[in-house]
Structure formats: C-alpha cells, structure tokens
C-alpha cells in the first residue's frame, strides 16, 4: 500500500450559522492552525488538497479556485476533491495517496464550507441534484430520501424512534464538551420526540444543522513524521465505494456502499474482527439513524444490532465502542466537508490522548471515520491508528 | 433521434426549460469588513502589508497567501496609480452588442502590491496606454454604500 503515511497536525474553526469570515478566511484559520499544531510552516508542504461540497453553498463557482489562498495552494500542486458529504473523509485519503506515492513527503489537507450564503435555506440548494427529467418535476427535497431511508431501517428490524433518538441525545451531549461546537445540548428524547415534523418520521432535532467552518489536518511520510511528532497517527487503511445513483433502487435499510468501503480499508489495515480491533468510532451521523446505518455497514455489529446498542450504552464515552465521542454533526454541526474531516480530526485527539473532556474512558490504539454523500450513495472509510 | 443528427428545431425533440437558481448572501469577511467601511467612510483605500514578504495587499487580508503570516498591520495606499492593462468590450453577457461600449483597466494604486480591475471613464480608448495614472472616482459619501461600486471608474490624473 506505498509509504505509511501519519497525521501530524490538526486545526479546525469553531462551527457557526453564519461566519463573518469569508470562506477563505475560514480554510486559512484551520490550515494555519493545523500547521501551527505540528510545527510546519507552508514552505515545507509539498501539496494542498481542498475538500468542500457544491460551489452553491459558498455561491462562487469553481469555489475551489477561489479558497485556494485560503488553503494554502499558492505556487503548489493543488486538488480539489469533491464527493458531496463524503468529502471530509475523501480529502483525507486524496492526500493520503500523494504521500503514499511517494509523490509529496507531506500534504495539507483543508475542508471548508460556507453554507449560510445560500438563500433562503442551504437545503434548496439540492433540489438540482435530481434527475430533471424523473424526480425535479416533483420538487423532491433531500430529506424525502432520509425519511425513505429511515422509515425503511425501522420496519424491517421494527426500531422504535425513541430507541434512534438516543443517538441525537448522546451526540449532542458528547459536544458539550467540543470548544467549536454550534448546538450541543442537554436535549432530552421526549424533546427529540416532540420537535416539529419535517418529514415524517424525519424530526427537527433528528437533523443536524446547517454551518459555516473548517478543518485541516497535515499528512507527513514516515521520515518527517517521525521528525515533527512523538505521536504520529497513522492511516492504516482507506476505501470508498459507490452504489448506483439511481438512489431508489439501494437497498434502503443497509448502506452497503459503506460495506465495500469498509472491507476495503480493513483489509489494507490488517483488520479482521472490525467489533474487537475499533476501538472508537466517528461514522457519519447527519441524521440519528445514520450513525446506526453506518456502525452497522461498517460492521462494528449486526444488521439491525446498533440501536440496542445504543440503549445498552456502549457507544457513549465511558462504552466499550465509544461512536462520535466529537458529538457528530448532530452536536458540533455540519458545514458538511468541514464536519466530515472533524471526524478524523477527532480520533487524531481521542488516539493521542488529546481529547480533553471529550477523552473517551477505555484505551484506543485505532479508530474508524467515515462518510457518507453524493446522491446518498457514496462511503469514504479511514482507518487509523497508534 | 440519434446523438448525431442534429436538432434543428426545438419542436423536433421533445425539450424544456429549467434552471438552476442560485441566490447568496455574501459577508465581506474579517478584512473586507474593514476595508469597505473605510472605503464607505473616509474615501480611502486601505491594505494589509506582509512583513515577511514585503507584499502589499489591497483590499487588505487577514492572512499572506505566500507565507500564511497573519497579517495585522494596515496602512492606507493612494487612491491613484498605474494602468497594468485595458481593453474595451464590446459585448453584453448573453452575446449582444453592447450600446455603449465599456472601457475595462487594471490599476495598481501606488502603495500597493496588488491590482485591481474597474472601469475607466472620462477617456477614450484612443488615447489609451499602459503605465498612465488613473485616479479613482467615488461616489458622494452620503451615497456610498461599503461596496466596489462605490467607486464609480478610475480617471486619467
């Protein structure tokens, strides 16, 4: 699998409705926060890699040209990689494969995303993401293919919402604790019941929110991993996967997407008993059930397993398979490259021991992020570890 | 109808329109803010200078693009300077000839690393070259907004 290659350096914004910042001033403060983390200045970094979702939410075309100062591509090879919310999480094994080439010695890795400019509600902004012909006629709106999807999950295993909605108190509990957290909360699962109706069985406090932010994270070779930092973390595995994108026709209740994407990094990271060898987990969790969708697609337990194991605790921070220790996009929000990238970002602190009030209870040598978008068909799974 | 055979008529495939709408609400930023509201306020051009790499940027940024320094220093450039290039265009955004032609320059105000782009008045092209001093025109204060458009063309000086 080429060179190892190690996460040396973190930085994010807090995540905010709206930033006054622009969004190149919001990549600059997590990039150069990230540098600053590790030591590295700019001139050492071999190449950039920017993450972030439609040009739309930032309203510039081509937006990765315009945050390119931001992140600091001036004079250097420069991708932007986009696979809408599995960005996050794609950026990182773009950068991962630079390094590991042999190509770059290190990469800076910046997400950023300013979804307050679209107006009136950044959640228009996919209703041209349908096919024009078939579904745009209809005014479809992406939560239809939550509420689809979730309706689906609970039927076949006969999941009660209050079970799901456990998920949304403990992620917006863990962000209590997150210093760049947009809505933790002490919310309750009689509150989460009881929220407005988006579309059914869709709730408002089911949702995570829409955000302005950023985060980097530098990738180093070995050698110069080993230079800056007694504690690098290293990408011991990455896979991503597609299913079709004719969303009607996934299997609605399993993400098998996130399955091959899975096997695919476990197998690069020698992992072969996913329930014993992940000790902390950050799956993507935009919507409660999400987080029970991909623990289950990553195979961190059975088809059908991961609500009871919500209800039994095991993913709280004290649990045996602490999942989204950070407080998730549900917690900390979803300015939705930006969020995806916090994931790694968050099991950089939780392996390192960094983790602040956040640090999880047991001990954690390796970790899981993924990421889940483009028509609700794409996974992007990282594996990394001590 | 096959990919290759050309429509020629829109009636002969079945076609509608659609569009894509877009409609932002922008921020100017950390360093916009500041630099629109001087400019709104005392009719002056301010920028940020990067200590490292001695670049003057107008507008003013928070950060150097070059060495990522955090730029905090601002100073006020001239509101005059050097016309880097120019063309005259011609036509509209869909195509259409434009009634009256608009005269478009680069102007690096003195002072100042960077360059920007506005229109030209009280000039023809005839007379146009590159390296002659152009000044800014703003609008009256009380009209001004905290935008680009509050100035109004560059001037020859």
Known sequence: ?386 | MALKERVERLTQTKAWYGELPVESLYTAGIAGERFFRTLKDNGEFSGTKCKCCGIVYVPGRIFCERCFAPLEEWLTVASYGTLESWTVVYVGLDGSRLAEPIIVGLIRLDGASTVLVHRLGEVTPDTLSIGMKFTAVLKPKTKREGAITDILYFKPV
């Open chain 1, 1 to 386: 699998m080429g060179r190892r290659v190690a996460i040396v350096g973190v930085g994010m914004t807090k995540f905010v409705r709206r930033a006054q910042e622009t969004g190149q001033e919001l990549a600059y403060h997590a990039a150069k926060m990230a540098l600053d983390s590790c030591g590295l200045h700019l001139g050492q970094v071999d190449g950039v890699v920017l993450g972030s979702a439609p040009d739309s939410f930032d309203g510039v075309h081509m937006k990765g040209e315009y945050l390119s100062p931001g992140a600091g591509a001036w004079g250097k090879p420069y991708m932007r990689c986009f696979v809408g919310g599995a960005t996050g999480v794609f950026s990182v094994i773009n950068g991962w494969y630079y390094v590991a080439s042999g190509l770059f010695d290190t990469c800076l890795v910046v997400c950023e995303e300013k979804m307050s400019s679209f107006q009136p509600h950044a959640q228009a902004a996919f209703l041209t993401i349908f096919d024009h012909t078939t579904e745009r006629p209809l005014k479809p709106n992406l939560l239809w293919i939550f509420a689809l999807e979730m309706n689906r999950y609970m039927s076949t295993y006969g999941l009660r919402k209050e079970d799901i909605a456990l998920v949304a108190v403990k992620n917006k509990n863990n962000a209590l604790d997150h210093p760049c957290a947009q809505i933790a909360d002490k919310v309750t699962v009689e509150e989460i019941l009881k929220s407005e109706v988006l579309a059914w069985p869709v709730q408002r406090l089911d949702v995570s929110p829409v955000s302005d932010g950023a985060t980097a994270v530098v990738l180093a070779n070995e050698t110069v991993a080993r230079r800056v930092t007694d504690k690098p973390v290293w990408i011991e595995g990455v896979g991503w996967a597609l299913d079709t994108a004719y969303w009607t026709n996934r299997d609605l209740c399993y993400p098998r997407y996130v399955e091959e994407a899975a096997r695919m990094a476990y197998k690069m990271a020698g992992v072969t008993d996913p329930r014993h060898q992940i000790h902390v987990a950050e799956p993507y969790d935009p919507f409660d059930y999400k987080e029970l969708h991909h623990m289950e697609g990553l195979l961190l337990c059975g088809k059908g397993e991961a609500p009871q194991l919500t209800v039994d605790g095991v993913t709280r921070r004290d649990g045996e398979l602490p999942v989204c220790p950070s407080g998730g996009l549900l917690g900390v929000g979803n300015p939705i490259s930006a969020a995806g990238l916090m994931k790694v970002a968050e099991l950089f602190w939780q392996l390192r021991g960094e983790a602040g009030k956040r640090q999880i209870a047991r001990k954690a040598k390796r970790g899981i992020a993924q990421a889940w978008g483009d028509l609700m068909q794409v996974g992007a799974v990282v594996v990394v570890g001590i």
